[in-house]
């Protein structure tokens, strides 16, 4: 049984970097040939996938939000982080980590490819 959690700071003020961690259990991040995403969804709104890294090490971003986000892992604690920009209120939300991919034609934004999912932490940017 895979489990993902993520983990970070719940409030980040705005200019800052918002640093979070999604820890994997039962199931490697390396493991052919899934995906690990990030998706947010801010209060009141629908979900955001922002990118994704893959099990080879392969990066994917979202357009709207490439300039501002960096994804990268960490095979030997089995984890891997989202770091976001230069921040606004407007980033404040549920952001959630998760699993998707593993058959052909499965790409990391395809939401019905999401079989694992963190249960999300909410961020929020305040000054």
């Known amino acids: 049984q895979v489990q993902l959690q993520e983990s970070g700071p719940g409030l980040v003020k705005p200019s800052q970097t918002l640093s979070l961690t999604c820890t994997v259990s039962?199931?490697?991040?390396?493991?052919?040939?899934?995906?690990w995403s990030w998706i947010r969804q801010p209060p009141g709104k629908g979900l955001e996938w922002m990118g994704a890294?893959?099990?080879?090490?392969?990066?994917y971003y979202s357009p709207s939000l490439e300039s501002r986000t960096s994804i990268s892992r960490d095979t030997s604690k089995n984890q891997f982080t989202l770091q976001l920009s230069s921040v606004t209120p407007e980033d404040t939300a549920v952001y959630y980590c998760?699993?998707?991919?593993?058959?052909?034609?499965?790409?990391?934004?395809?939401?019905?490819?999401?079989?694992?999912w963190g249960k999300g932490t909410l961020v929020t940017v305040s000054s």
């Open positions: 039962g199931g490697s991040i390396t493991t052919n040939y899934y995906y």
């Open positions: 998760a699993r998707a991919g593993g058959s052909n034609g499965v790409r990391p934004q395809d939401y019905y490819g999401m079989d694992y």
């Open positions: 890294v893959a099990y080879s090490g392969s990066t």
